[in-house]
């Protein structure tokens, strides 16, 4: 009698534990199946940090599964690849969306989505490089003290409607800083010419002024001949000796290097400036009677 108890004690408490079994795993199967839903519809609504919490959750309720896994990661590369592009790291975010394209067993929509993306960073890259090279053109330009020539290669990048994307916005503002030096090296120029011509014609008889004027055009190159010829006013190409000196003393190297200094530790854009530039900046500041560094903070930024 007692052994009969026994077996069906036993088999009760196996139908018992049985049953639960079943129960608990259909139950974690519908919560897998509801987290890779959900996680799939956030997905289609743009909305990746919910995504990867439903698949997280999915993982949670079946562990190592490869599917779950496979959206997971996928993803969070796509969330990546979005990060990197924003910031302006063009290479590494291509390379997460070319690995979410690439991605099997995962997500069509993404697929999708980073096969666009792809195609979109690629176009960002090589508009990026042209505008660089254009940009390298106009600062070589400057430095070369062909200021009007400088501004006219920058009008290629400020009239291209899109060089005002946010993606190009570390270019744009060198852009900007540059024009504007352009703009002050011009006008300091043609101030100082014109001090210069005055100053001369005052003392001199026409064929001395003859003479100057053609010392002064020998030392251009033929396309700055040109240019000053079509110039209407003073010659804005040539350096005189009185645009070199401060208080009658030529400015030096180590000058103009300490004055680079000041004028980037005042928010200025040195980098961006020939040496001649530095040299109208030190003596403008001097005829201004202000410090360089106050000088750099009202006109240079």
């Not at 490089?129 to 290629?156: C, V």
Request: aromatic share 8%; net charge positive; no cysteine.
């Amino acid at each position: 009698m007692k052994k009969w108890v026994w077996v069906v004690a036993t088999i009760v408490v196996a139908l018992l534990i049985g049953g639960y079994a079943y129960s608990n795993h259909h139950a974690t199967t519908k919560e897998y199946q509801a987290a890779m839903a959900n996680g799939r519809t956030a997905i289609e609504s743009k909305h990746y940090t919910q995504a990867e919490s439903y698949f997280q959750n999915a993982l949670k309720r079946r562990l190592n599964d490869k599917t779950a896994q496979t959206y997971l990661t996928q993803t969070q590369r796509y969330v990546s690849g979005e990060n990197d592009l924003d910031a302006r790291h063009f290479a590494a975010a291509q390379e997460h969306y070319q690995a979410v394209k690439e991605t099997t067993g995962g997500s069509s929509i993404l697929v999708t989505r980073a096969t666009k993306q792809v195609k979109k960073v690629k176009l960002i890259r090589a508009n990026y490089k042209q505008f660089k090279k254009i940009l390298t053109k106009a600062q070589g330009q400057n430095k070369a003290l062909n200021y009007g020539q400088s501004n006219t290669t920058l009008d290629e990048l400020f009239n291209n409607a899109t060089f005002r994307e946010v993606y190009y916005k570390g270019l744009y503002d060198q852009a900007l800083q540059l024009r504007k030096a352009n703009n002050a090296g011009q006008s300091s120029a043609v101030t100082e010419a014109s001090s210069s011509e005055s100053s001369t014609s005052s003392s001199s008889d026409d064929s001395s002024s003859t003479a100057t004027s053609h010392s002064s055009s020998a030392s251009l190159t033929s396309s700055e001949q040109s240019a000053a010829s079509a110039y209407s006013g003073s010659n804005e190409y040539t350096v005189t000796q009185s645009q070199q000196e401060l208080n009658g003393k030529t400015i030096t190297a180590a000058q103009i290097n300490n004055a680079r200094k000041t004028i980037n530790a005042a928010g200025g854009q040195a980098d961006a400036m020939s040496d001649q530039d530095v040299r109208v900046a030190i003596q403008q500041a001097n005829k201004k009677d202000m410090s360089l560094t106050k000088y750099t903070a009202k006109y240079l930024k």
